[in-house]
């Protein structure tokens, strides 16, 4: 399915509703809009297979674009509105896009990105850029006449590197081809043309942006938060009438540690599923959601590369807690440091064999260090019971060998984060003279005030409680806030960085 069929059956339901300023786009609307993007992308020369640049803040000009770019045959690079203006630089630069489409209010940084030939603002104006509201007034808003499939290139969100374009083949055939994901979300969530779907994440992040363009195949409807806020979030299910949202596990975490006068007497008899995916997800804090909600939460785990995904539904993970689900694409293969495949209950590097292929745009190299004889890798440690259930540990990466043993921050970090006074918290090895490597907590708290030796020593004592003491914290520091991308994934490298370089300066001293 595809929106213009909904546009001719059903042309004033509401395809987007922005949480904030209740702003609305009928499907008719988002017809016009998404024609009137793909005339303007041919009016500027873009052909099947360009690619176009989206630096855009959660608004209503966001999905109509994605739109065009699909309808136009294009590839359409999404970026995060987080990144300076060198990162989204290189983005732009390694993309080739032709194209760039940036918000008003990033206006500082977009007037930074490589000069492409063609570049528009909206929502304002930016010095060098065409209004974007005024050069889709002047394209008609009839479909272009070659239309054809376009596609996404997303970007890594970089946590251990600089980000990696996904690229693939551009799609085959009509625009209106069922695509898998379609049948995936409407198989195990239910999804279909009365969803109303919340989206509380940033529309450039993979799974937000294609569940949202999966609504609008569907028929449904979206409701586009701005910026997440959790009562505020927890107040649109309510007045929308929300069946369906996708959220991630720091989400969750906030809204636990709302008020009580915030959660109490709140059912949301519409709510079908609340899916959650993007990062572990401590397994106290899903027991809390679940005792809250009942069986209504999901969880799956994939990346932006999709070579595989796995799905739970709460009936199972109440019976493997801790599991992110059994394998619906790719055999699940763990493999030891040799490239040995390991038995049930050995924990080793996760593969998927047998999905799709994984390929980086313009970088072989980083193709290859994920692609190999087991298939596709996302870099996660796991291992796997007897029934086929996966079980993550950690990034190997975030791997800490302290004293010759393996400690694997994410336990650590998931008792920390459950303490009252911690708002968030990241865990990782940092150099030391005796046992390699020590465990370090960085804790944004609750409350600023709290930060200091007291807080530090109740910390260390909470997680020895929980804990085995090579798992714990030798020591805990205190930021205002972590560098946590706004899909929930923590930039752990950059504070790890720091203190390497730190005592790298110091022994040179």
Request: aromatic share 8%; glycine share 10%; proline share 8%.
């Amino acid at each position: 399915m595809h929106p213009f069929h909904h546009a001719a059956n059903q042309p004033d339901k509401p395809a987007v509703i922005m949480a904030s300023s209740g702003e609305e786009l009928s499907y008719a609307g988002l017809e016009a809009r998404s024609n009137q993007a793909a005339q303007l992308f041919r009016a500027a020369g873009l052909k099947r297979g360009d690619v176009v640049a989206f630096f855009l803040l959660n608004s209503l000009d966001f999905l109509p674009l994605c739109w065009g770019a699909q309808r136009a045959g294009l590839v359409y690079t999404c970026i995060s509105t987080r990144l300076t203006a060198d990162e989204a630089g290189y983005i732009v630069s390694d993309s080739g896009a032709k194209l760039l489409v940036a918000s008003a209010a990033l206006g500082e940084v977009a007037s930074k990105l490589p000069a492409l030939g063609h570049r528009f603002a909206a929502g304002g104006a930016i010095p060098g850029f065409q209004s974007l509201e005024e050069a889709l007034a002047a394209q008609p808003a009839a479909r272009i006449a070659d239309e054809s499939p376009g596609r996404d290139m997303l970007y890594s969100s970089g946590t251990t590197g600089r980000p990696k374009g996904v690229s693939g083949p551009l799609p085959e055939g009509p625009i209106d081809a069922v695509e898998p994901l379609l049948m995936l979300v409407s198989q195990l969530y239910g999804f279909g043309p009365d969803t109303v779907y919340l989206s509380p994440a940033p529309l450039y992040h993979a799974a937000p942006l294609r569940y949202c363009l999966a609504v609008h195949r569907l028929g449904g409807t979206v409701i586009v938060m701005e910026k997440f806020e959790p009562e505020r979030f927890l107040d649109l299910i309510e007045a929308h009438g929300v069946t369906h949202s996708q959220v991630v596990p720091t989400m969750f975490v906030k809204i636990l540690k709302l008020p009580d006068r915030a959660r109490e007497g709140r059912t949301f008899p519409t709510l079908k599923a609340l899916i959650h995916a993007a990062a572990p997800c401590p397994v106290e804090v899903k027991e809390k959601m679940i005792d809250w909600l009942g069986p209504r939460i999901f969880e799956y785990y994939s990346a932006t590369e999709g070579a595989g995904f796995t799905a739970i539904s709460p009936e199972e993970w109440l019976r493997k807690k801790g599991s992110v689900g059994r394998s619906l694409l790719g055999e699940i293969r763990i493999v030891d440091e040799e490239g040995n495949l390991l038995p049930p209950g050995r924990e080793g590097r996760i593969f998927f064999h047998g999905g799709p292929p994984v390929a980086y745009h313009r970088d072989p190299a980083k193709t290859a260090e994920v692609q190999g004889p087991h298939g596709a890798t996302f870099g996660d440690l796991g291992y796997v019971d007897e029934e086929g259930y996966l079980f993550l540990t950690d990034r190997a990466s975030y791997t800490i060998i302290s004293g010759g043993v393996n400690v694997y921050p994410q336990e650590t970090e998931n008792i920390l984060v459950m303490h009252p006074k911690v708002a968030d918290v990241a865990v990782f090895g940092v150099p030391d003279e005796e046992l390699g490597e020590a465990v370090k907590a960085v804790v944004q708290p609750r409350d600023w005030a709290d930060a200091g030796p007291a807080l530090e020593a109740e910390l260390i004592a909470y997680a020895r409680s929980r804990l085995s003491p090579v798992k714990c914290p030798k020591s805990v520091d205190f930021l205002p806030e972590l560098p946590r991308h706004e899909t929930g994934k923590l930039y752990k490298r950059l504070l790890k960085d720091r203190y390497w370089a730190e005592a790298k300066a110091t022994r040179a001293a």
